[in-house]
């Protein structure tokens, strides 16, 4: 027999643009009760429009998960409506390309600031809310880049292979409590993350940089990989919303081929055999 329907409240973090916008406008117009957060509310535009487009409503609220005080403020809310949550996705991230040597401690640190600390900061608030009632999801957009590393990512794919081993220790932690942690980790999908939010290092267009030729041949070589991408990123929100609807979810969830055949690469070849492949790779493309 079919479970009736029941809406879940969620909370959804970096709700501006790409997969945070269509999570929150797909699951809002699924019934669902969507607190969708963003750090800058000028931005709300993307979203009202997406929402009025399926017939659906959320809430919007100012959430910049480095900013502590900002996530209290989020969470006292949701305590006060609800007193609960059933679903946090952790979603709000960049990726900043770089040799590391042209990236400075900085950039570094605020890399990680985001796409870690910054998951930890809101997951944190949100366990109280799921503990009392033995159940709850918590959803990380990874990445594939959080399963394997590639050069002038470094700091991208520490920030995500970070939040890999995160969710994976939260996993076995929260499950005495009824509470699921998963991981979605994506190839690469056209979003703003490329375009508009898209961050360089410092010296990355240094011409002083020894490493000034490579950085500009890998841009001009990534931006034809991103112009090439025709993946839909609604595919990321259909799959969150599967992961809302299933018993015992997976830890890791990978959508798309690109990802899968990465994963599946990188698992079944040994590891001097797979970084060989990747550095032929990165010595065509710098040749090319
Ligand atoms: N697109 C891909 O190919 C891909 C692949 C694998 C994983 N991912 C991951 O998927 C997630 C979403 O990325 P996307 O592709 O949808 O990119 P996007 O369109 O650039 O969206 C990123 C969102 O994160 C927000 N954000 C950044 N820093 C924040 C902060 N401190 N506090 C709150 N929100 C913040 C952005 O807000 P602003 O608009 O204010 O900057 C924006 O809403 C990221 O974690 C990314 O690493 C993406």
């Given at each position: 027999?079919?479970?009736?329907f029941?809406?879940?409240?969620?909370?959804?973090?970096?709700?501006?643009?790409?997969?945070?916008?269509?999570?929150?406008?797909?699951?809002?117009?699924?019934?669902?009760?969507?607190?969708?957060?963003?750090?800058?509310?000028?931005?709300?535009?993307?979203?009202?429009?997406e929402?009025?487009?399926?017939?659906?409503?959320?809430?919007?609220?100012?959430?910049?998960?480095?900013?502590?005080?900002?996530?209290?403020?989020v969470?006292s809310?949701i305590?006060?409506?609800y007193?609960?949550?059933?679903?946090?996705i952790?979603?709000?991230?960049?990726?900043?390309?770089?040799?590391?040597?042209d990236?400075?401690?900085?950039?570094?640190?605020?890399?990680?600031?985001?796409?870690?600390?910054?998951?930890?900061?809101?997951?944190?608030?949100?366990?109280?809310?799921?503990?009392?009632?033995?159940?709850?999801?918590?959803?990380?957009?990874?990445?594939?880049?959080?399963?394997?590393?590639?050069?002038?990512?470094?700091?991208?794919?520490?920030?995500?292979?970070?939040?890999?081993?995160?969710?994976?220790?939260?996993?076995?932690?929260?499950?005495?409590?009824?509470?699921?942690?998963?991981?979605?980790?994506?190839?690469?999908?056209?979003?703003?993350?490329?375009?508009?939010?898209?961050?360089?290092?410092?010296?990355?267009?240094?011409?002083q940089?020894?490493?000034?030729?490579?950085?500009?041949?890998?841009?001009?070589?990534?931006?034809?990989?991103?112009?090439?991408?025709?993946?839909?990123?609604?595919?990321?929100?259909?799959l969150?919303?599967?992961?809302?609807?299933?018993?015992?979810?997976p830890?890791?969830?990978?959508?798309?081929?690109?990802?899968k055949?990465?994963?599946?690469?990188?698992?079944?070849?040994?590891?001097?055999?797979?970084?060989?492949?990747?550095?032929?790779?990165?010595?065509?493309?710098?040749?090319s």
């Amino acid at each position: 027999m079919k479970t009736p329907f029941s809406p879940k409240v969620i909370l959804i973090t970096g709700c501006s643009s790409g997969f945070g916008l269509l999570m929150a406008a797909r699951l809002a117009s699924k019934g669902h009760k969507v607190y969708a957060t963003m750090r800058d509310l000028n931005k709300k535009e993307f979203l009202l429009n997406e929402l009025k487009k399926r017939g659906a409503t959320a809430e919007i609220l100012k959430l910049d998960v480095t900013d502590k005080k900002n996530v209290t403020e989020v969470f006292s809310k949701i305590g006060n409506d609800y007193g609960y949550l059933d679903v946090l996705i952790n979603n709000a991230g960049y990726g900043i390309g770089g040799f590391f040597e042209d990236l400075t401690d900085e950039e570094i640190r605020q890399q990680l600031d985001t796409n870690f600390f910054g998951v930890q900061n809101v997951t944190r608030q949100a366990i109280p809310l799921m503990r009392p009632r033995k159940a709850g999801k918590i959803i990380n957009l990874s990445s594939i880049a959080g399963l394997y590393a590639s050069p002038c990512f470094s700091a991208y794919n520490s920030s995500k292979w970070a939040l890999e081993a995160f969710s994976e220790s939260l996993r076995y932690e929260l499950k005495p409590f009824g509470i699921d942690v998963c991981v979605i980790e994506p190839g690469s999908y056209r979003t703003k993350i490329f375009d508009e939010n898209a961050r360089q290092a410092k010296n990355f267009n240094n011409p002083q940089s020894p490493y000034y030729a490579m950085s500009q041949k890998l841009k001009e070589k990534f931006r034809k990989h991103v112009n090439d991408l025709h993946k839909n990123p609604e595919e990321i929100a259909i799959l969150a919303e599967k992961l809302i609807n299933t018993k015992n979810p997976p830890l890791r969830n990978i959508p798309d081929l690109e990802a899968k055949t990465l994963y599946f690469l990188r698992r079944l070849l040994p590891t001097n055999i797979f970084n060989a492949i990747v550095y032929i790779i990165f010595s065509k493309e710098l040749q090319s």
